[in-house]
Antibody
């Protein structure tokens, strides 16, 4: 059974950065694709970006260009999402989700709440 | 960014059948959009039900099915159960990026 365990809730001030982790269970990285998706309170799911775990290639939504970075540490079976220049509009639950390629989405992490407030 | 549209809300009676749709502002939804459907209950992470238009996971109840209906992607629930009350979101692929629909809140009443 594949599981993704995400890091805990974070609180940041406006202008700061946040880094959320997503660790695959069993110390394996059963990707190849790992997406990051967020959901602001009462809002739709929003696709943020994707990393190919095998070669670290990334693709980001235009909505986050310049302030989003997705990286992976294969030795730790962990992917990271770092978002900078935070504003209150970035308050959301952030999820990682696996795609096995060719549109085969399957497992999701449990979500990580990021709150941005002064 | 491309807009993907779903019905905001639908109501169905237990045991009934309901179809949720997913439309693309760019035109007809095709298999090339890799239509994917997720179920989400309050306070929980989304759960993938259908991928690539009509493929189910091992955990997807048989009463859920995906298809292309006219120029939209569709999710049909047949023999709806009370536990199917949830938010359902579709996801479409556009040349390297993905866009979620606004979600449909399904009420079983």
């Amino acid at each position: 059974q594949v599981q993704f365990v995400q890091s805990g809730a974070e609180v940041r001030e406006p202008g700061a950065s946040v880094k959320v982790s997503c660790k695959a269970s069993g110390n394996t990285f059963p990707a190849p694709g790992l997406h990051w998706v967020r959901q602001a309170p009462g809002q739709r799911l929003e696709w943020m970006g994707w990393i190919d775990v095998t070669n670290a290639n990334t693709k980001y939504s235009q909505n986050f260009q310049g302030r989003l970075a997705i990286i992976r540490d294969t030795s730790a079976s962990t992917a990271y999402m770092e978002l900078s220049s935070l504003t209150s509009e970035d308050t959301a639950v952030y999820y990682c989700a696996r795609e096995q390629g060719g549109g085969l989405w399957d497992y999701w992490g449990q979500g990580s709440l990021v709150s941005v407030s002064s | 960014q491309t807009v993907v549209t779903q019905e905001p809300s639908l109501t169905v009676s237990p045991g009934g059948t309901v179809t949720l749709t997913c439309a693309s502002a760019t035109g007809a939804v095709t298999s090339g959009h890799h239509p994917t459907w997720f179920q989400q209950k309050p306070g929980q992470a989304p759960r993938t039900l259908i991928y690539n238009t009509n493929n189910k996971h091992s955990w997807t109840p048989a009463r859920f099915s995906g298809s292309l209906l006219g120029d939209k992607a569709a999710l049909t629930l047949s023999g709806v159960q009370p536990e199917d009350e949830a938010e359902y979101s579709c996801l479409l692929y556009y040349s390297g990026t993905w866009v979620f629909g606004g979600g449909t809140k399904l009420t079983v009443l």
